[in-house]
Every structure is written in structure tokens, then in C-alpha cells.
């Protein structure tokens, strides 16, 4: 078992390990009542391990179940929660506990900061995505029609149980779909990105096995990572919580575009190998640094292209609309002082980056990407602004990288050797997810 510890809100841990669901008695303490938020299949799975452990306290505990996906993200489930709260005398000092994936932390987190103002709240994680990312921060919300998450609030939970056991059930597609986030966290910079870089280049096998210690080492990294960057920006107010975005614009693009059919860590790490191929283009890293991004997300069984079909000129407009842009495009790109804020990159860069994740380049889509044919994007000569997002802080960029002195060594560079075997094209997901065409893109400042 693992812990964090966070200090945004009052401060409050992050526990890692399997069977960590018990702590809930203490991390709750004592409460006359209990609301458990959840989903009907995570309860099926794991609602009998958390009674249990709340059989052992003098609460009373009620289960609320909420819709599937993303659907359930709407201020009528959480009018429909408060309501049924507020009739069964659920009071400020008492708890609400959310267990199940990101779709059951925002509802059941929103849920919480609005009733009575803010009631506690517990996260028990169960899906890979939520326990390194969605879990830790304190983020909640809800969609519109007119957005996704464009309503919620800043609510840091009492605690974060992010129980190893419960991934060994999730399904396979959204297992995957956790190590997109995870692989994103590889490329941030520091010790612990070194220790997640290491682990998914050494021991992927294990990883994709589910190997319970494997998965804490791991899901412990992540959360420490994400952790420090919460800590120094805990409302996004500096923007240092940007780094956390990276692969995500046209991660974001990609689903926005396919009406959230596909899954968030697949679009992402294809977002990641575009990240790479545009910050190569403009010079910032070498064909390494682009080499260790498509291997590790390929090793991942994740997709290193686009789906088929994906149009440039709806990809861009999408990713204008991406809340760091403010109308032109901003992007996280790897460079010599790591991870950065860069506006509006070369055409020429963003039409090679492109073509590289296997956007069309036909028709009115890249072509009308490159209006002069000299290169822009030459280390040196680009007229783009960046700023830096990265918490370390204390490297220059002055020189571009050469090829022999990559800015950041991780041991994960070891293993892209020439040597190793061809990457394999992976297939995205089955989209057996429902679109949801009520709901669009980011176009206003609550997307992740
Ligand atoms: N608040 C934040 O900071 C933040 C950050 C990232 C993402 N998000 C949000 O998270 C959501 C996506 O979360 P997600 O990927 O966890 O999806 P999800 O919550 O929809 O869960 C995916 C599926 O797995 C099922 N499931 C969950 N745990 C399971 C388990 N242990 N065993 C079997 N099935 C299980 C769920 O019922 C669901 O069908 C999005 O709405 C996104 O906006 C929020
Ligand atoms: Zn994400």
C-alpha cells in the first residue's frame, strides 16, 4: 500500500493498494448517514466489498445509482440525487462516498459541492482513468448541451481510495483506455515520470496482466505527479495544470469529432504521438524523442494514427475551440526544458505532424494547412510563443536538442533503440459507446 498526500483544500490523502476500500470507516470517521453514488455495474462488482466495510460503523449507508456514461453528466441526475438526499435527511455532516469511473466522481463530486452548499465526499476509483487522473484534483461537473463539463465547481475530496483490486473486473477496452492517461504521465519530467516510463517500457507484459504490485507502483506515480501539479495550482489559476493537458488537444479534437464515441485515453495517446511528431517539426525534440512516444504507446496496444476518415480541417476546428487556444492553437509541447505552452506552431509543422498521425491530406483539409512552401520550422526561425508549464522550471531553452543529448534521458529511451521490432498499427476500440450529440466540444473553459 501506498499513500499521497495532497495539500489542496485541507489536505488529504491519496491510498494505493490493494483492498484499500476498508479505510473508508476512517477515512469517514463517524457519520449518521452515508450516500454511496455509484453505477449499477460497478456495484454488482464492488457494492458488496464497501457495504461491508461500512457495515462496521453506525452510519446508516444508502446506494444511489446513476446512468452509464457520459449521458448520466447532467444537472437533472444531480437535481435527482439532491433530491432524494434532502428527503432521506442526508445533512452537511454527513458523507457522500462516489464509487465507480470518472463519469461517477464528477456526478457524485458536483453532486457534493452543491448540496448544502458542500458536503464531504470520498472517492473510490475504479477505473484506471479515474484513479490516476479524474479522482485527484478536486475537479467536478457536469455537461450541457451546449458543452461538456461546462458546469461544476472545484470540490477536493476528504480522501482518495484507489482500490487495485477493483481493476482487476474492469473491461479490457477501458483498462487500455486508462493507459493513454498513464502513458501521458511518462512524458512529464521528474522522478516520478522516470518511474512510470520505466515501468510501461520494462514491464508492459505485467502491466497489461494487471499485476496487482505492478499497478500500485504505477497508479502511485501517476497520482504523485498529478498530485504536485494540483498542489501548485490547485484552481488553475497559474496555469502550471496545463502540462497535465498534454496529448490532449487533439485527443479532445478526435473525440469531439466522433461525438465522444471513442475512449479518452485512445484519442489521448494518439494526441501524444501528434504532440511529439508537431514539437519535431518545429525542432524542440529529435527523431528519438518522436521514436519513444510511438513505441510506448504502440507497446500499449493503444493507437499511434487517427481513425480513418479523420478530416484536418474538422480536427482544426475543433482544436481552436480547446480552451488554452482563445481562438488560434495552443498546444503542450515536449522541448529542451520539457513540457511547455506553444502557440499558434508553423502550418508547415502542424501539416507534417498531421500527415504523420495519418490525417488525410487530401482535398481542403492539410493542403490548405501549407499556404507557402518555405520551411517555417526550422529549429531557430519559428515566430511561435511558448510559455513555460512545466514545474521544472530551471532548465534553459536556449539550444534545440541535438540528436546524441536528448533534453530528458528516461531510462524509457533505452528501449527505443533501432533494435527493436517494427511498431505494429493497433486498432482503435469497438465505438460501442452511444453518441451524444447533444453534447459538443469544449468550446468554453471546463474541458479536460
Ligand atoms: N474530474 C476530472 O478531473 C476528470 C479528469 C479526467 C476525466 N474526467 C471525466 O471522466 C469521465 C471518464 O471516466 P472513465 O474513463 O472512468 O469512464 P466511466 O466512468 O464511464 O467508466 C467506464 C465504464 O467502466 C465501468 N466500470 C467502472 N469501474 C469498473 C470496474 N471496476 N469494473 C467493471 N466496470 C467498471 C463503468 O460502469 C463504465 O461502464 C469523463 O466524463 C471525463 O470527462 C474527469
Ligand atoms: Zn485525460
Given at each position: ?6 495539500k ?6 491519496a ?6 476500500i476498508?479505510?473508508a ?5 463517524r457519520?449518521?448517514?452515508i450516500a ?5 455495474l460497478?456495484a454488482?462488482h ?6 461491508r ?13 446513476i446512468?452509464e ?8 441526475c444531480?437535481?435527482?440525487?439532491c ?29 457534493a459541492?452543491?448540496y448544502?452548499?458542500?458536503v ?8 484506471l482513468?479515474a ?7 478536486g ?10 463539463n461546462?458546469?461544476g465547481a ?7 481510495l484507489a482500490?487495485?483490486?477493483t481493476?482487476a473486473?474492469?473491461?479490457?477496452s ?12 511518462a ?6 515520470a ?14 497489461l ?23 501548485a495550482?490547485e ?9 497535465l493537458?498534454?496529448g ?8 469531439a469529432d ?13 494526441g ?8 519535431h517539426?518545429m ?17 500499449l496496444?493503444l493507437?499511434?494514427?487517427?481513425p480513418?476518415?479523420a ?5 482544426i ?9 482563445a481562438g ?7 522541448g ?11 502550418h508547415?509543422?502542424?501539416a507534417?505532424a498531421?500527415?504523420a ?8 483539409g ?5 499556404p ?5 520550422c ?11 508549464v ?27 533503440s533501432?533494435t527493436?521490432?517494427?511498431?505494429t498499427k ?6 460501442s ?5 447533444g453534447v459538443?466540444?469544449?468550446s468554453?473553459t471546463?474541458?479536460?
Open positions: 500500500m501506498q499513500s499521497v498526500t495532497l489542496a483544500g485541507g489536505g488529504y490523502e491510498v494505493i493498494g490493494a483492498g484499500v476498508d479505510q470507516p476512517r477515512v469517514l470517521g457519520r449518521a448517514r454511496v453514488v455509484t453505477q449499477a460497478v454488482g464492488h457494492g458488496d466489498t464497501l457495504r466495510s461500512l457495515g462496521g460503523t453506525d452510519a446508516t449507508v444508502e446506494f444511489f445509482e446512468p456514461g457520459e449521458e448520466a453528466k447532467s444537472l437533472h444531480v437535481e435527482d440525487l433530491g432524494r438526499w434532502a428527503r432521506g435527511g442526508l445533512s452537511r455532516r454527513d458523507a457522500v462516498v462516489g464509487l465507480g469511473g470518472g463519469v461517477v466522481g464528477d456526478v457524485a463530486g458536483f453532486a459541492a452543491v448544502h452548499r458542500g464531504d465526499v470520498l472517492h473510490i476509483p475504479t477505473t482513468l484513479q490516476v487522473d479524474s479522482s485527484i484534483g475537479k467536478t461537473g457536469v455537461n450541457l448541451r451546449e458543452g461538456k461546462l458546469v472545484f470540490h477536493q475530496p476528504v480522501g482518495v482500490d487495485i483490486d481493476l473486473t474492469l473491461p479490457t477501458d483498462f487500455r483506455s486508462g493507459l493513454g492517461e498513464v502513458a501521458k504521465y512524458f512529464l519530467g521528474g522522478s516520478d522516470q518511474e512510470v516510463a520505466t515501468i510501461l517500457d520494462c514491464e508492459h507484459d505485467a502491466v496482466s494487471r499485476d496487482p504490485q505492478l499497478l500500485e507502483r504505477l497508479v502511485s506515480a501517476c497520482v504523485a505527479i498529478k498530485a504536485a501539479v494540483v498542489d495550482d484552481r488553475e489559476a497559474t496555469g502550471d495544470r496545463a502540462v493537458n498534454y490532449h488537444t487533439l485527443g479532445h479534437a478526435l473525440e466522433a461525438g465522444y464515441t471513442l475512449r479518452h485515453g485512445e484519442a489521448v495517446a494518439t501524444l504521438v501528434f504532440a511529439a511528431e508537431l514539437a517539426a525542432g524542440r525534440i529529435d527523431a528519438i524523442g518522436v521514436e519513444r512516444h510511438r513505441r510506448l504507446v504502440a507497446s496496444g493507437p499511434t494514427e487517427v480513418e476518415g478530416e484536418a480541417s474538422a480536427l476546428a475543433h482544436m481552436r475551440r480547446d480552451k488554452k487556444a488560434g492553437l495552443t498546444f503542450v509541447l515536449d529542451p526544458a520539457g513540457p511547455e505552452l506553444v502557440s499558434d506552431p508553423p508547415e509543422a502542424m507534417r498531421l500527415v498521425v495519418g490525417v488525410r491530406a487530401g482535398g481542403s492539410v493542403r490548405r494547412l501549407i507557402w512552401r518555405r520551411s517555417s526550422c529549429p531557430g526561425r519559428t515566430s511561435t510563443s511558448s510559455v513555460r512545466s514545474p521544472r522550471s530551471t532548465a534553459t531553452p536556449t539550444s534545440m536538442l541535438s540528436s546524441t543529448s536528448p533534453a530528458r534521458l528516461h531510462p524509457s529511451t533505452a528501449t527505443t533501432s527493436c521490432s517494427p511498431i493497433v486498432r482503435w476500440s469497438t465505438q459507446r452511444a453518441r451524444v450529440d459538443r466540444p469544449w468554453s471546463r474541458a479536460r
